[in-house]
């Protein structure tokens, strides 16, 4: 008798392990999920990048005043 006390105790224990493991798991998963919400807000509101100096992005027009500039 004591022996299948001791079995269904050990049974219920793992169950509820089982159940802890999975909470522990929910609650790491939203937090990553309220993480990476935040961290795409973030990534939103930050403000354009400045276009870089070169020739690559100008009209032919304003290249030509640049290079009689320099």
Do not use: F, G, H, W
Not at 3 to 32: D, F, G, H, P
């Amino acid at each position: 008798n004591n022996q299948s006390q001791i079995q269904k105790s050990y049974t219920t224990n793992q169950s509820l392990n089982i159940r802890v493991k999975n909470i522990k798991m929910n609650t790491r998963t939203a937090k990553s999920i309220r993480n990476n919400r935040r961290r795409k807000v973030l990534k939103t509101t930050q403000p354009p990048k400045r276009r870089s100096k070169n020739n690559k992005n100008q009209s032919p027009e304003r290249r030509d005043q640049n290079i009689t500039k320099q």
